[in-house]
């Protein structure tokens, strides 16, 4: 009877709570439509981000967050980091966990909004706006968004390429849950739909682990399509750390180097690239896009209560045999 009543008693007093938090609200006209209201720290208290990380391992969102964690500790704000392991729940998650916390903006790395549902309704309810790189266009809630796509920059490339062998065999390294690999993956099939000389064989590849099931899709691919002299072989992984597990497997099973493109630069592609086992590699500047999601944080601190949700797009540039070396010569932090 006791514990009935206590509870009847903690039941009556959250909702007084509650009504009391409204009232106050009501009362100091907050907008939540724009995640303005109740996100700015107190006075003297720093800007705290919270960062929800793709994976620890993989090298183009390690130097995105790099990027913007650099810039955000030169103006003097806080940033908290939580690693998803790839895992769309885990990102959840983790949102949930920084809204608890008390940041006052979070920034997404490569998921879709239909993937963080939950998140973006944690965060929308404690009016904190959520920022997204990799994910596509801003959705569902998300106060902005850098788009690091890119699709037709390579897939272009890959069609002018075989529209015209008479015989191509195609192996796609896929990664679905992540937002740029799934709409590049969708770009190809679209643009290969009327190329009936082009057999497509799709493999899916883990994160964390890019780069081993890689190695291995490939293996079993090789091994299934021998080389006959007269077909085009062509590899298209989705990101970097894949075409290097399926450069390691040519290497290994003594064939190659057959054409391949791919996004996202590191020291092993761009030596791909001078041993001619990868075509092209799309450089999209992830230095650059981590300055673009903080610099849109900050226009959105300025913009108040009229802020309009925006989309840009980071910066790339088609890597190959004929610009990697003049590349390199302007750019020599590559090689780092």
Known sequence: ????????FSRIRTLAAVGVTAALVAACGADTSTGQAG????????????IVALDATQITALNE???AQKK????????????????????????????????????????????????LAAAKAADIPVFSTAGGVAGGGEAGAVELVAAANVNDKVIEAIKDKPKVELLQLRYTPGAPCRSRAEDLDAKL?????????????????????AQEATAAWLQAHPDDGQTTFVIWPCFSEAAIGAVSAEKQAGRGPYELYTWDISKPAIQAIKDGYATGVLWIQVDKAGEQI???????????????????????VLLTKDNIDQTLQENPELLN
Do not use: C, H
Not at 197 to 202: A, K, M, S
């Open 294 to 316: 903080v610099e849109m944080i900050k226009e959105w601190r300025d913009a108040g209560g009229s802020w309009q949700t925006k989309n840009v797009t980071a910066p790339s």
């Open 1 to 8: 009877m006791i514990a009935k009543s206590t509870r009847r």
């Open 193 to 213: 739909s009327g190329l009936s000389n082009v057999n497509v064989t799709r493999q899916e590849v883990k994160i964390p682990g890019g780069e081993q099931s």
């Open 72 to 119: 955000m500790k030169e103006i003097g704000w806080e940033t908290t980091e939580i690693n998803s392991d790839g895992d769309p729940a885990k990102a959840i998650s983790a949102m949930q966990n920084l809204v608890q916390s008390g940041v006052n903006a979070i920034i997404v790395q490569t998921y879709t909004p239909d993937q963080l549902a939950a998140g």
């Open 39 to 50: 996100s700015a720290p107190a006075e003297g208290d720093p800007f705290k981000v919270g």
């Open 65 to 67: 967050r790099t990027a």
